[in-house]
């Protein structure tokens, strides 16, 4: 899904997209796990890139269910540089069943319509990110068109719609769809996106209210989810979700552009603008 007024940058942007899935699709009969029962012994062919025998070697199995160690030495697993292993690697990479282990793997984490941003050395799950769930919904996304399974669609269309309806109802950590349709999260001393750095009881970024990343991913998200209904026949859902959609684009642009500056502000909340530039 792409946020754009720009049908013409649009399109330039979609259609190298497409052609990457096609590509992808081709990759995946070529190159994939061909033996999905077998882990880790046998169970890659020995022709990668270094690169991506390094990547690889990340993915760890308990017997049960596969997971990589994203965000080690710091946490055990930091789910959110996990999805967008999954993301940016496994799926794009045409690693379909390691992809699907890896989806297995955080699903059942998934509480009040939140993933974990984290897990604890003890093995407890940490919720106080808005943005990691939303992110995984990309990931189930992507992983869906490359696979074109609809049996996989059904399986999974029930976390995507547990997450949004927690979102929309208001869930922990502030995170809430407000009345323009746009997601606040987070308070004054206790943020709710990866942007959460606190030295010496400073808090770096500040970043609660309604956060530029959080609402594209929401947007995105909201986008995903009425695609999926429509395939699935849920057509009233879908019609629904069309007016969430054009509601939240309308408030994006007018909330977030800063027509004089040229880009989009970090984070808005009542009466104030956050116009810094971050990297």
């Keep these: 899904m792409i946020f754009s007024t720009d049908q013409e940058t649009v399109a330039l942007i979609e259609e190298p997209l497409k052609a990457s899935y096609r590509k ?3 990759a995946i009969r070529i190159k994939r796990d061909r033996t999905p029962g077998r882990f880790p012994s046998g169970h890659f062919k020995k022709d990668f890139t270094p690169v991506e025998d390094c990547a690889l070697s990340l993915i ?3 017997g049960k269910k596969v997971f990589a160690h994203a965000g080690y030495p710091y946490y055990p697993i930091n789910v959110y540089d996990l999805i967008l292993f999954l993301n940016h690697f496994l799926i794009r990479s045409g690693y379909i069943s390691l992809a699907s282990s890896v989806i297995d793997f955080l699903t059942p984490y998934l509480k009040n319509g939140l993933l974990p941003k984290f897990i604890s050395d003890e093995g407890e799950p940490v919720y106080c990110a808005a943005d990691t769930s939303l992110l995984f919904i990309e990931a189930v996304s992507r ?5 074109g399974n609809r049996g996989e669609m059904a399986k999974l269309y029930p976390f995507i719609s547990e ?3 927690h979102y929309m109802d208001g869930t922990i950590e502030g995170i809430k769809m407000e009345e323009g349709y746009l997601i606040s999260a ?4 206790r943020e709710a996106t990866w942007m959460d750095r606190v030295t010496g009881g400073l808090h770096l970024t500040g970043r609660f209210g309604k956060a530029v990343d959080v609402n594209s991913l929401w947007y995105n998200a909201l986008c995903i989810q009425r695609d999926l209904s429509m395939n699935l026949g849920e057509k009233r859902l879908a019609r629904k979700l069309t007016k969430v959609i054009s509601g939240a684009r309308s408030s994006f642009l007018k909330e977030f552009t800063l027509q004089k500056s040229g880009y989009l502000a970090d984070v808005v909340r009542e ?9």
Aim: no cysteine; glycine share 18%; charged share 30%.
């Design 186 to 189: 987070g308070k004054e001393g």
């Design 24 to 26: 992808g699709k081709t």
């Design 143 to 147: 992983f869906l068109l490359l696979t």
């Design 271 to 279: 009466g104030y603008i956050d116009r810094r530039m971050r990297p």
């Design 60 to 62: 760890s199995s308990d």
């Design 163 to 165: 997450i949004t309806g």
